[in-house]
């Protein structure tokens, strides 16, 4: 495996770990909090799983169906990031 595709399998491990511990970390919260923080998790997790792909692809943007892939993952993760502090905030007042 190339430098490329090294740095790919740790930026994969990186995602998917993050992903579980922001899953493990919301099992505390309320459930709209737990709600969002569960498909963010989920999104994580897919993003690491496209780098996985990625070192098979060579590129981020080989097949265009790996780039619309992480395009979902990373408007997902943008909707869950406004959909928390649109909660955290209703939830402070």
Known sequence: MNFHGSANAVEAGYWIVV???????????TSTVRTVASVAAGGLV?????????????????PVGLLVFKAVCVTTLVACYVRY?????SIAQ
């Open 19 to 29: 992903g579980v511990t922001v899953y493990v970390r919301s099992r505390r919260e």
């Open 85 to 89: 502090r649109r909660v955290r905030r």
């Open 46 to 62: 897919l993003f690491g799983v496209s780098d996985v792909i990625e070192i098979f692809t060579g590129a981020w943007y080989k």
